[in-house]
């Protein structure tokens, strides 16, 4: 099954709770949130405090996307708020596998994410160890930049990694992510799209939803 996590980053900020409602009416399965510090990425957006108070109004899936320097030291913060899954960059850290099961320790799922310039094979030890890959499609930082496609050649790689190991795990695309490529990012073994600006600058998000998980119909994936 297809997940599509719609990216808060996108959404009009002064009206986040009806923002919110609109995209769960609209079939989201996720929403994605955007934690960026000025300092790992050279944009800053929201914080735990931010999430804490979306939470009071929503029951989905929390999908939160650590673009910081030193996520183990916010970990507690964002699990308090209300964070399912926590996912920071093998890039923010001296000791990645340290941090991963530093953070999982605290009962919460954890995944890595992986910027366009870093190696799918630096993720192989995690396939068995992470909830979640995270593959980035554009350099972290902003949201409506296009897709970089050389990035989903990493998510076949560690699809292709899972599967002869007999791991089923969650890989994510993250970046530039629309109804017309949606296909192409499923087919190259990615499960959970994140999409921020196709979807929140929609009139029609229920269709663009739509649309990106029946691609999958006519893009599976062909290990
Ligand atoms: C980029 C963020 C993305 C971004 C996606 O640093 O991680 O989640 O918001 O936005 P779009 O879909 O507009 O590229
Ligand atoms: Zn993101």
New binding site residues.
């Given amino acids: 099954m297809i997940y599509v996590a719609p ?1 808060l ?2 959404a009009d900020f002064s009206d986040l709770k009806g923002e919110i409602s609109r995209i769960e009416a609209a079939g989201a399965n996720y929403l ?1 949130l ?1 934690v ?1 510090d000025g300092h790992f ?1 050279p944009n800053i957006s929201f914080g735990a405090g931010l999430i804490s108070s979306i939470r009071r109004h929503t029951q989905i899936y929390f999908d939160v ?1 650590l ?1 910081i320097s030193d996520p183990l030291r916010y970990a507690d913060d964002f699990i308090r708020a209300g964070a399912d899954i926590i996912t920071f960059h093998y890039e923010s850290v001296k000791d990645p596998m340290e941090t991963l099961r530093a953070i999982k320790a605290k009962h919460i799922r954890c995944g890595i994410a992986i910027s366009p310039q870093t190696p799918a094979e630096v993720l192989y030890p995690f396939v068995t160890e992470a909830d979640m890959l995270l593959i ?1 499609t ?8 296009s897709l970089i496609p050389e990035c989903l050649d990493k998510a076949t790689a560690l699809r292709r990694r899972a599967n002869s190991l007999g791991v089923k795990i969650d890989i994510e695309a ?5 109804a017309d490529n949606a296909g192409s990012v499923i087919a190259s073994g990615v499960n959970i799209l ?5 979807i929140f600058k929609s009139k029609k998000p229920r269709t663009v939803i739509q649309t990106m998980r029946a691609s999958e119909e006519t893009h599976p994936f062909i290990g």
Avoid: C, K, R, T
């Fill in positions: 990216s980053l996108a994605h955007d960026m990425v996307h673009m980035m554009v350099e972290p930082g902003f949201g409506g930049q993250d970046g530039g992510i629309n994140v999409a921020g600006s196709s």
